[in-house]
């Protein structure tokens, strides 16, 4: 069963914060964020582990919550280069080759 | 450093027919996947080979055949094209761990 992202999609002007949910229905092994720009491929943001720490990369940062089985992303101070879909892809214990992926939030960053 | 690449960009196909999507990678990754992504429904596994040699199916592999050539080329075909298989397919790599490494995708249209 797919993860369920909230919100769906998200206007922002630039320099404003967003956070982006990912729920599980299944104990969660791992949490992977992706971003995809319109037109391109997903590429790789994050990965969280279960037990691991809040991870970060430059403005963007997750957190995992093993017990209530979400994850959250965290964009601050948006920029432009920030609008795409994110998606989250869980993995429950059958390793991370059948990641399951939400079904993503749109991000508009407006100027 | 070409990455992930995939052929055609671009399929247009009638019901019935059969084509073949390639897929090559250049990074030495023993995984490869096949994904196809749908609007609303986010990326969904359908085949993935965990290494030369072995395949498993996803979670949407009705439909589908894969091929894994060898350890650089993994192909997905169609042997009777449906309306309902009209998506958006990427291909994937990655080694032993994360993160996955998309190609670009191919759009085909089953009219």
């Known amino acids: 069963q797919q993860p369920v992202q909230s919100p769906q999609a998200v206007i922002l002007r630039e320099g404003e914060d967003a956070v982006i949910n990912c729920s599980s229905s299944?104990?969660?092994?791992?949490v992977h964020w992706y971003r995809q720009k319109h037109g391109e491929a997903p590429v790789f943001l994050m990965i969280?582990?279960?037990?691991?720490e809040q991870k970060g990369h430059e403005k963007i940062s997750a957190s995992f919550n093993e017990k209530k089985q979400q994850s959250s992303l965290y964009l601050t101070a948006s920029q432009l280069s920030y609008s795409g879909t994110y998606f989250c892809?869980?993995?429950?214990?059958?390793?991370?080759?059948?990641?399951?992926f939400g079904t993503g939030t749109r991000l508009l960053v407006s100027p | 450093n070409a990455g992930v690449t995939q052929t055609p960009k671009f399929q247009v196909l009638k019901t019935g027919q059969s084509m073949t999507l390639q897929c090559a990678q250049d990074?030495?990754?023993?995984?490869m996947y096949w994904y196809r992504q749908d609007p609303g429904m986010g990326l969904r596994l359908i085949y993935y080979?965990?290494?030369?040699?072995?395949?498993d199916k996803g979670e949407v592999p009705n439909g589908y055949n894969v091929s894994r050539l060898n350890k650089r080329e993994f192909s997905l075909r169609l042997e009777s094209a449906a309306p309902s298989q009209t998506s958006v397919y990427f291909c994937?790599?990655?080694?032993?761990?994360?993160?996955?490494?998309f190609g670009n995708g191919t759009r085909l249209t089953v009219t």
């Open positions: 990074m030495n990754h023993n995984s």
């Open positions: 969280l582990l279960k037990g691991g």
């Open positions: 080979s965990a290494s030369e040699g072995t395949t």
């Open positions: 299944k104990a969660l092994y791992s």
């Open positions: 994937a790599s990655s080694a032993a761990f994360p993160p996955l490494h």
């Open positions: 892809g869980t993995e429950s214990g059958t390793g991370f080759q059948k990641l399951v």
